[in-house]
């Protein structure tokens, strides 16, 4: 992966995150989900790391995914 064709365009909580995903999984694009805590859980670690998942997409499908992303957002606003 060349970090510099990979554009973040979401950070915050691990459930949105995870809806997010799969809307953008459903239309095709594969993002690459960063997630500093989960990574350093796994190391053993975890409980002096507190941080969010980010959300990063190949620059080529930013347009659709953006739109995901605001989609989301929206719906997560309204429904609380």
Do not use: C
């Amino acid at each position: 992966m060349n970090d510099s064709e990979y554009i973040k365009i979401y950070t915050g909580g691990t459930i949105i995150v995870q809806v997010i995903k799969q809307r953008l999984e459903d239309e095709g694009i594969n993002p690459v989900i960063k997630d500093e805590t989960e990574s350093g859980r796994l190391a053993g670690f975890g409980a002096s790391l507190i941080g969010q998942p980010e959300v990063y997409v190949h620059e080529s499908e930013i347009a659709i995914a953006t739109r995901i992303v605001e989609t989301v957002r929206g719906e997560l606003e309204t429904s609380e």
